[in-house]
């Protein structure tokens, strides 16, 4: 596909930007341009929004069973072309195609699988009041807009578009401007399965596309996936029109890890934690809390296997570590090593660009690891977004919590222990959306997602979801006759 041109996605149809202007998609493994891109402006945004809102009325009316089969097949048909959509992320985020298959395609249609399961249970209540009753509806919110970040672009193009559409919403979506392919090629998918016309765009852009789309009055909510600092923009943006919004934003997640924890999974769990994704995940445990008892063993450990992780081409099958994002990102995490080093943090292992041989084009660097390190330096407060673990030491229960909690963020949080009655109590007060109690980074589509603090608003996932897309409408209902003040 080098270098081929890629149009917008509205109404059901392939079309250019008004403006006829494009901007270039990088492959962060080799540099080189993987497509031109249609740039969307306000004024395709705005044809998307009429769209979809045209859509949107009459998808309203289909039932939840009819709207679910639809996003059911949608599911179905995207795991028949798992090999091309794992293959063009893989190329777009320069992650291991050991991860896409499983990690973005199947848990894609796994959410549209769920959310067209569900779409035919979506209940109000019923209240009795003697001389009256009332029920509730659950009513769409019209046309939602979703705002992606680079680094799951197809799975957050669902996690968005399969709640909004199985509660009969119409979803524009704009993916990160780095990562613009598979969120558009999900559009095939939904066509394909029967979805009408006009109920899921795509508008492709920077942050003035997004801009657009959170002034748009036709635009109900917004929905984000990104950065804690563009989420108070879009915020702020959304509050003009009073739109509703969804904030799935960063984090700096600790993994507490007690010295009775099984030792293997708790490393395991934090190169997870670290690595996976070549550490681009929002949910990341990237301070990592260790017993001072274990701490040893558990570095020695840690070191051996991280050691032995293989970088590589994305498409390689073997390549467990893949490019970062792109040449600027990768600045920005060597700069975040630098730091680490001069703020005297002891480097385990890593800690520098990795350019050798068909490394030298891509955006590459060394899965780091730093020990001895202090609550306040940059590198543990700082979300990095990068394979860049700071390890901590503690020696109390109590201490270690309130240390875990000391940081703007909430979204995740780990806690590995063999003791139930701890890790209970921990998990209680631990502040994040998630904690996972002796795993990490694990998101079944069935458990609510999202964080607190810093970290963002609203849920995604799970039947918590639905409570975010749709909106109630009380219906009271007389049976005795109207009690008139002025009789
Ligand atoms: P950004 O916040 O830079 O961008 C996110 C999206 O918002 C992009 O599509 C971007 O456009 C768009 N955007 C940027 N500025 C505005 C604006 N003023 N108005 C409207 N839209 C705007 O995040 P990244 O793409 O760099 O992603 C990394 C961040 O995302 C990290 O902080 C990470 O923690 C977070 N994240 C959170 C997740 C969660 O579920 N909590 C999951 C994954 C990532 P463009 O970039 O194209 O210019």
Redesign the pocket.
């Known amino acids: 596909m080098q270098g081929e041109y890629r149009q917008l996605f509205i109404d059901g149809q392939w079309c250019d930007a008004e403006s006829g202007e494009t901007f270039d998609d990088i492959n962060p493994a080799t540099g080189e341009t993987l497509a031109r891109i249609a740039l969307a402006g306000a004024s395709d945004v705005d044809r998307a929004v009429q769209a979809a809102a045209r859509a949107q009325r009459e998808w309203a009316r289909w039932t939840g069973a009819e709207r679910g089969r639809v996003l059911r097949r949608a599911a179905q048909l995207l795991r028949e072309r798992v090999d091309e959509f794992a293959r063009l992320e893989s190329l777009d985020t320069g992650r291991p195609i050991q991860e896409t298959p499983e990690a973005d395609v199947e848990s894609g249609a796994e959410c549209l699988e769920y959310f067209g399961g569900i779409a035919a249970g979506i209940e109000g209540e019923y209240g009795d009041l003697s001389r009256a009753f009332y029920y509730t509806r659950r009513e769409p919110l019209g046309v939602c807009a979703g705002?992606?970040?680079?680094?799951?672009p197809l799975q957050?193009a669902c996690w968005k578009s399969a709640p909004a559409l199985a509660t009969g919403n119409a979803m524009v979506f704009?993916?990160?401007?780095?990562t613009p392919l598979t969120a558009l090629k999900l559009a095939e998918v939904f066509r394909d399965a029967g979805l009408p016309d006009g109920l899921y765009n795509v508008v492709q852009?920077?942050?003035d596309?997004?801009?657009a789309?959170?002034a748009h009055q036709g635009i109900a909510k917004v929905s984000?996936?990104?950065?804690?600092?563009?989420?108070k923009?879009?915020m702020a943006?959304a509050a003009e029109t009073l739109k509703q919004v969804t904030m799935?934003?960063?984090?700096k997640s600790p993994l507490v890890i007690f010295a009775d924890a099984d030792l293997d999974e708790a490393v395991s769990a934090a190169m997870m934690a670290n690595f996976y994704s070549q550490g681009?995940?929002?949910?990341n445990g990237t301070r990592v809390f260790v017993d001072a008892s274990i701490e040893e063993e558990f570095l020695k450990r840690l070191k051996a296997r991280t050691r032995k992780l293989k970088l590589g081409d994305p498409l390689d099958p073997e390549t467990q570590v893949g490019p970062l994002i792109s040449k600027e990102h990768m600045e920005l995490v060597l700069s975040y090593m630098e730091a680490g080093k001069e703020s005297g943090a002891r480097l385990v292992c890593g800690g520098e660009r990795a350019s050798d041989g068909d490394l030298a084009e891509g955006a590459y660097v060394q899965p780091t690891i730093f020990a001895g390190c202090d609550d306040d330096m940059k590198i543990v407060r700082e979300?990095i977004?990068g394979p860049v673990m700071s390890v901590l030491t503690f020696t109390d229960e109590a201490d270690v919590v309130r240390r875990a909690n000391d940081t703007e963020y909430g979204?995740a949080a780990g806690v590995f222990t063999r003791d139930l009655a701890r890790a209970h109590r921990v998990a209680g007060e631990l502040q994040a959306g998630v904690v996972w109690v002796n795993n990490y980074n694990v998101t079944p589509i069935e458990m609510p997602?999202?964080?607190v603090k810093g970290?963002?608003l609203g849920r995604?996932n799970g039947h918590a979801a639905i409570e975010f897309y749709t909106q109630r409408k009380s219906v009271y209902v007389e049976l005795q006759g109207v009690d008139c003040a002025y009789d």
């Open positions: 705002i992606g970040a680079w680094n799951y957050i704009k993916p990160a401007e780095l852009g920077f942050a596309t997004g801009r789309m959170t984000l996936t990104g950065e804690a600092g563009t989420g923009k879009v943006g799935e934003l960063g984090g681009e995940i929002c949910t979300e977004f979204l997602f999202g964080g970290s963002g995604e």
